[in-house]
């Protein structure tokens, strides 16, 4: 059976880029600019606050796990008042040691292990618009696990330590994903994996991308009328189903442009279109050029 949440981490193409230690004691606070690069990390040991913009503030504590599929800005402070201190992430993600905020003397108060990564995916946006903004979860032992065998083959220079890396950061996103169940979860993917009924059609898609779907199969393949199915999916996914079908046949289509070992005939057929021409028509007013200009582009680099 399809499993459209590790197909989605798949095409989302996870890699490790840094992770460091984090620490703060007595009066702190930093502000972190809009980042837009998926963050993460797991409180070691400690308690402190955070407030992500957009989001109701959290106050963290040993065992939590927290991640940002596209980070915006946020505060991390300790709980004496503080007026915040700028800080630029593009500039702090280059900084290789680990970080002490407030005072510098004693046992810190907090300890986390933090990261990023980037998604090398041309796609990232669209799939990253089906997540969670803020993922925040208590007693995350699996997750800290996941988090200190980041941080530990990051240092090294091992070999296979790249492709280590991207593994462990592809679990670390699925453990992390699937723990947000139901109504805790915003209009998405996630949500809609939620709903059994809803669940089966969104697989069935997945698992047929080829199918010429139309909303009265998949509602079918719901048990529930084409009128209530549409209502449904569109309210709990956040898109109406052709627009979630499309957007997901085209992220699959650049993926295998991107990889160039599938024949555009063949591409095109393996996300539901019966010729080149309307596949290549479909694509252009989707991605705003040809599948062969976008193809060309990759190649040269751009």
Same mark, same amino acid.
């Given at each position: 059976?399809?499993?459209?949440?590790?197909?989605?981490?798949?095409?989302?193409?996870?890699?490790?880029?840094?992770?460091?230690?984090?620490?703060?004691?007595?009066?702190?606070?930093?502000?972190?600019?809009?980042?837009?690069?998926?963050?993460?990390?797991?409180?070691?040991?400690?308690?402190?606050?955070?407030?992500?913009?957009?989001?109701?503030?959290?106050?963290?504590?040993?065992?939590?796990?927290?991640?940002?599929?596209?980070?915006?800005?946020?505060?991390?402070?300790?709980?004496?008042?503080?007026?915040?201190?700028?800080?630029?992430?593009?500039?702090?993600?280059?900084?290789?040691?680990? /970080?002490?905020?407030?005072?510098?003397?004693?046992?810190?108060?907090?300890?986390?292990?933090?990261?990023?990564?980037?998604?090398?995916?041309?796609?990232?946006?669209?799939?990253?618009?089906?997540?969670?903004?803020?993922?925040?979860?208590?007693?995350?032992?699996?997750?800290?696990?996941?988090?200190?065998?980041?941080?530990?083959?990051?240092?090294?220079?091992?070999?296979?330590?790249?492709?280590?890396?991207?593994?462990?950061?592809?679990?670390?996103?699925?453990?992390?994903?699937?723990?947000?169940?139901?109504?805790?979860?915003?209009?998405?993917?996630?949500?809609?994996?939620?709903?059994?009924?809803?669940?089966?059609? /969104? &697989?069935?898609?997945?698992?047929?991308?080829?199918?010429?779907?139309?909303?009265?199969?998949?509602?079918?393949?719901?048990?529930?009328?084409?009128?209530?199915?549409?209502?449904?999916?569109?309210?709990?996914?956040?898109?109406?189903?052709?627009?979630?079908?499309?957007?997901? &046949?085209?992220?699959?289509a650049r993926h295998l442009l991107r990889e160039r070992r599938t024949p555009l005939a063949d591409i095109a057929e393996h996300v539901g279109y019966n010729s080149t021409g309307a596949f290549s028509t479909?694509?252009?007013?989707?991605?705003?050029?040809?599948?062969?200009?976008?193809?060309?582009?990759?190649?040269?680099?751009?």
């Open positions: 059976m399809s499993d459209p949440l590790s197909e989605l981490i798949a095409l989302l193409r996870p890699r490790t880029v840094f992770t460091k230690g984090i620490a703060g004691a007595g009066a702190w606070a930093v502000r972190y600019a809009d980042f837009g690069q998926p963050s993460f990390c797991a409180v070691m040991d400690g308690a402190c606050l955070l407030a992500v913009d957009g989001q109701a503030p959290v106050t963290l504590e040993a065992g939590d796990f927290v991640l940002l599929p596209a980070t915006p800005g946020f505060v991390l402070s300790g709980f004496e008042p503080a007026e915040p201190r700028l800080l630029d992430p593009n500039v702090t993600a280059a900084v290789q040691d680990d /970080i002490r905020y407030g005072a510098s003397e004693g046992e810190p108060e907090v300890r986390l292990q933090g990261g990023y990564f980037v998604f090398d995916s041309p796609d990232a946006d669209l799939l990253v618009s089906l997540l969670p903004p803020l993922i925040h979860l208590r007693g995350a032992e699996r997750l800290a696990t996941l988090v200190r065998l980041v941080r530990e083959e990051a240092v090294q220079q091992a070999p296979g330590r790249d492709l280590v890396l991207a593994r462990l950061v592809e679990v670390l996103l699925i453990e992390a994903v699937r723990a947000v169940q139901g109504d805790e979860a915003p209009p998405g993917l996630l949500r809609g994996l939620a709903e059994p009924r809803l669940a089966a059609a /969104i &697989r069935r898609m997945h698992g047929d991308l080829s199918r010429p779907w139309k909303v009265t199969e998949l509602a079918r393949e719901a048990a529930m009328s084409r009128s209530a199915f549409f209502e449904r999916f569109t309210r709990v996914v956040g898109a109406a189903p052709m627009e979630y079908l499309l957007g997901w &046949r085209m992220a699959v479909a694509f252009t007013r989707h991605v705003g050029q040809s599948p062969g200009r976008y193809a060309r582009g990759l190649s040269a680099g751009v």
